[in-house]
Each structure stands twice: as structure tokens, then as C-alpha cells.
């Protein structure tokens, strides 16, 4: 059973991840903060040290979401390529997902932080590592099952895959227009039954 104490913390974070994100580290402001948690600064300082824990706390938060669905999506039932096919039709709808957050947590942060927050920066960087990771490892495995055969590197494939991916949902995010991302789901599509071969 949670504290009082846990709570709060908790209930703090779960209502700044979506404004850190919107906003960015430097664009979020306290008043910004104690107005959507109802509570003063001197109550949110006492669950966290400073703005940049906060700000460190609100992007995990939002990257656990991610990784979480992600892991999801990659463990379905099937071969590699019915796992490769569920997180691209995740992504298809990628932006709806994204919404509450505030947007993509990887975009957002990560273009805000670059020059400013060079630890926000740096988890970032490690998150999108992780990603590609996890659908390198779905690759390798497929590969030596014998499911499938690929041109690259495990890694390599996945990270071009993903470099297609975040380039997708920052045109969408930047023009508002989800074609970007719908188009180049169903390229990926066709790339991955091409590129990716059965033995």
C-alpha cells in the first residue's frame, strides 16, 4: 500500500507529463505546474528536488508508457514478422496514442532538450537505443529461427526502421498532417515484406 506521500508524488507526475512534453523543459513554467496539480510550489519542491527531476521524472514517466505498449506489441504470438507488422500498425495510429501525452515524448524532448538540458537529452537518446534494440532482438531471433532472412545486421534493419519512423511523426507533428505518417507506415509495410525475406 502507497503513502500519502508516494501519492502525491505520483499524482504529480502523472499530471506534469503532459505539459513538459507540450512545452518543454525551459517553456514550462511553475505557474504553469501548480495550476494543473492544485498545489503550491513549496508542495510540489517537497517530492522533488528541483525542476529538472521533475522534468527527469515526467519524460520517464511518459517513456515507460511507450516502451510498455511497444513491448506489448512486439510480444504478440507469431513469427518475427507478425511481431514487425503489430508495431507497425501501432504506429499507424501513433499520433492518436501520443495525444494525452502531449505529443511524442522522443520528438518533443528530445529537439527541446538539445541545447538545454543535456541530461533530459541524454535519456532520450538512451530511449530510442532501447527501442531499436528491442525490434533488433525481435529480428535476430526470427533470423535464427529460420522465419526470416535479412540483407543487414539485425541493428541495422532496425535502425533505419525507426530512423523512418521518428522522421514520419515529425513531419506529421510539424505540418498537422498525418499523411506523413500513414504513407510512410504503408512504404514500410511493403519495405519489410521486400527487405525481409523468408527462408
Sequence with gaps: MSTK???TTAYI???????????GYVGTSMSDLTEATGLTKGAIYGNFENKESLAMSAFEYNRNHLLAIIDDKLAVEGRAMDKIHSLLRFYRQYDVYTLPMGGCPIVNVGVDAQHNNHLLAAAVKETIKEIEGKIALVLENGSKNGEIHIPVPPLQFAKQLFTM??????????TRDRKYLVNTIAYLEQLVKREIKKD
Excluded at 13 to 23: D, H, L, Q, R
Excluded at 165 to 174: D, E, P, R, V
Design 13 to 23: 507526475i502523472e499530471t506534469v507529463a503532459p505539459i513538459f512534453n507540450k512545452f
Design 5 to 7: 506521500a508516494e501519492r
Design 165 to 174: 519512423l521518428q522522421g514520419a511523426i515529425t513531419m506529421s507533428t510539424m
